[in-house]
């Protein structure tokens, strides 16, 4: 089993569309985990850390269940500025590391 | 932003060569990790330097190795290349060491190897 895995995409949505990213993590004893998105061709951006409750931001809302070790993030309202890559991220223990899946791609058309 | 910055932004090289990749964390964080990022995966850890100690490797062999200085800036270097070597590589500052906190990226430096 992969650490962290990740819907393959794409995702193509329609502008206002409401998308959901669904990830899956192997480390029962993992902590931190986030969610950043990439461009195409630029570094990872940290888009959000994912806290215990789950967390919201603006349109963005990130859930954490670990019992089913289970991450997802929502997007409301979708922009096409919204188009990259969304990668799940988990950390690795105690050796400092981030623990990324492969990402999902969105494309949100006009 | 995020205020780290590497350089150089490309570079090519032919296989058999040596490199170093640099990097300049953010004012105000003493931890760098190296992360190698092929086209289509997510980045894999290559590892990370606290307070110019190595704090954690991932699973790359020994011709990758690095450096931190008392500023906190890094390098990467990697000897005998190899052509599966071609990736970005990417530097990551946070303001501890360990993986809990967040880590913010550079814009990475695109190595391609003929």
């Known amino acids: 089993r992969k650490e962290v895995e990740q819907d393959p995409g794409p995702f193509n949505v329609p502008e206002g569309a409401t998308v959901a990213f669904n990830c899956t993590y192997s480390n029962s004893a993992s902590q931190s985990f986030f969610w950043y998105r990439q461009d195409c061709r630029k570094e990872p951006k940290l888009l959000m850390s994912?806290?215990?409750s789950g967390n919201e931001d603006g349109r963005f809302t990130a859930q954490l269940n670990r019992a089913s070790q289970y991450i997802s993030l929502l997007i409301r309202d979708s922009k096409l500025s919204d188009s990259a890559t969304y990668l799940c991220?988990?950390?690795?223990?105690?050796?400092?590391?981030?623990?990324f899946g492969k990402g999902t791609k969105l494309s949100v058309k006009p | 932003e995020t205020g780290v910055t590497q350089s150089p932004t490309h570079l090519i090289k032919t296989r058999g060569q040596q490199v170093t990749l640099r990097c300049s964390s953010q004012?105000?964080?003493?931890?760098v990790s190296w992360y190698q990022q092929a086209l289509g995966q997510g980045p894999q850890f290559i590892f990370q330097?606290?307070?110019?100690?190595?704090?954690g490797r991932g699973n790359f062999p020994p011709r990758f190795s690095g450096l931190q200085f008392p500023n906190y800036s890094s390098e990467l270097n990697v000897n005998a290349l190899e052509l599966d070597d071609s990736a970005l590589y990417l530097c990551a500052s946070s303001l501890y060491a360990g993986g809990t906190y967040e880590q913010y990226f550079g814009p990475g430096t695109r190595l391609t190897v003929t």
């Open positions: 991220v988990v950390n690795g223990g105690s050796q400092g590391n981030l623990i």
């Open positions: 330097y606290y307070r110019e100690e190595e704090n």
């Open positions: 004012s105000g964080h003493n931890t």
């Open positions: 994912v806290y215990s």
